[in-house]
């Protein structure tokens, strides 16, 4: 900066020079009292400022848009140390194909992002007992889950999960999968694979003419199918879930949309539970348990089942001979609609505990596992269908029977909600299922029994 020149000009001869040898004199004294700066411990050479503090390097350090604070002099900076060295761990409830292939992602996002998904699997249906031994003996939880809606609805009543940005999520994720993860407006798992899809399987042996489309030509086809040797239909009679279907198909649902309210003392119950009446008069003699129809229809001695995909392989591992014809569930004729069973899926949840740099991290990873190539790679990993409508595209179902019908049922199936209620709504319909088909419970009276046991089960 320049110093301004002293206006001489304006003093005359002596006088001027009088007063610059003041001035001079003044500055002089100034400069000899003005008190020197303290030393600093070590003291830095006069003539070379002090350098600045060292910078710790991190390990494995995670990209962030927000610049390095600025450090006073002579303060170091102690990093705050990761959780798990850095490493996010994700505890999966699944089977060996499906975290092997979320193994196999995991090390590309961990090449893309320079932080480390560690995929531990989990025994299947022991998550939750999994994490409640770690909160037991105070061992550090993970910081990502993967496993069913389920499981899911387990983990919201332990307060386990933190919800998920609504930007996330596909914007054509299947409607059914969001209905399993939303509670209170918010979305508390990625849905990334579809299943527990209902199907009707035929034995082609056994039965004449095509598969039924209706509800109607299927009670008529597995009467005639029905002998003391043969059942009709075998599917899980006493199970709350067998029965959804067809309360979807008379307009019913076991709860209000939002899983708050128990709604099974409808109008739509009992035209339901008459047309499951009527479809049990096919089913298999000296016990209609699901185990037992499963083994039967294995063995060649059912004409049609109602089943699931986790069955599937079962069929195919006990008889590589059987004749199974596949087919979507048919339609009720009173009301057009089709008889969709709750559509299930597998999700990726955030653990309650993960915050900062862990935290975006892990929710870059998610965005990863909703890309549709990602989705399609663990669908043909886990032998399901995708979460969402343009992954689903991408994948030829032409060799695959079960997929092919179950994937015309997906888009419009529904969901059930991850609430006590829901639960309580099954178990109320579960309870009285044996006393109608047996006749100890009249039709008439069975909607408010069920109503009353799943609002005493929702009271305790």
Not at 1 to 20: D, E, H, N
Not at 222 to 248: C, F, I, K
């Amino acid at each position: 900066m320049q110093r301004s020149a002293l206006p001489f000009g304006r003093w005359g001869g002596s006088t001027g020079l009088v007063l610059v040898g003041i001035i001079l004199l003044l500055m002089l004294s100034a400069c000899a009292s003005e008190p020197q700066p303290p030393t600093p411990d070590p003291a830095p050479s006069v003539a070379t400022p002090a350098p600045p503090p060292p910078v710790p390097t991190p390990v494995d350090p995670i990209p962030t848009n927000t610049p390095a604070p600025t450090l006073p002099p002579g303060v170091v900076a102690t990093p705050t140390p990761p959780l798990r060295g850095q490493t996010l761990q994700l505890w999966v409830e699944a089977e060996t194909p499906l975290v092997d292939e979320l193994s196999q992602l995991a090390d590309e996002f961990s090449a893309a992002h320079g932080t480390k998904i560690e995929v531990l699997p989990r025994p299947l249906d022991g998550l939750r007992l999994s994490l409640a031994t770690a909160q037991l003996v105070d061992d550090p939880l993970p910081h990502l889950l993967w496993a069913n809606q389920t499981t899911l609805a387990g983990l919201l009543a332990d307060g386990l999960l933190q919800p998920l940005p609504a930007e996330l999520l596909p914007t054509d994720t299947f409607p059914a999968l969001l209905t399993a993860a939303r509670l209170d407006e918010q979305i508390w798992g990625l849905p990334t694979v579809a299943h527990n899809s209902l199907v009707l399987l035929y034995n082609r042996e056994l039965s004449e003419g095509p598969a039924p489309s209706t509800s109607d030509q299927l009670i008529v086809q597995t009467r005639a199918a029905a002998t003391p040797m043969v059942a009709g239909l075998v599917m899980g009679w006493n199970e709350a879930y067998w029965t959804l279907p067809w309360l979807h198909a008379f307009g019913g649902a076991p709860t209000s949309p939002d899983g708050q309210t128990i709604t099974l003392d409808t109008p739509a119950m009992t035209p339901t539970l008459n047309l499951m009446r009527e479809l049990y008069a096919a089913a298999p003699q000296n016990g209609d348990g699901y185990a037992r129809g499963q083994r039967l229809l294995a063995q060649g001695y059912a004409a049609f089942a109602i089943d699931g995909d986790w069955a599937w392989g079962q069929y195919a591992a006990i008889s590589d001979t059987l004749e199974l014809g596949v087919a979507p569930m048919p339609r009720v004729p009173a009301t057009g609609l089709r008889a969709l069973p709750p559509l299930g899926g597998s999700y990726l949840m955030l653990t309650s505990a993960l915050t900062g740099p862990e935290q975006q991290q892990a929710l870059a990873f998610a965005a990863m596992l909703a890309e549709p190539s990602a989705q399609v790679r663990l669908a043909q990993a886990s032998g399901h269908l995708p979460a969402s409508e343009s992954a689903l595209a991408r994948i030829d179902l032409s060799a695959d029977p079960y997929l092919r019908a179950a994937a015309t049922q997906i888009a419009s199936a529904p969901g059930l909600a991850p609430t006590q209620a829901t639960h309580c709504a099954l178990y109320g319909l579960a309870v009285w299922l044996p006393s109608l088909f047996s006749g100890r419970l009249a039709l008439d009276e069975a909607p408010a029994s069920m109503q009353r046991s799943a609002e005493t089960c929702l009271q305790r």
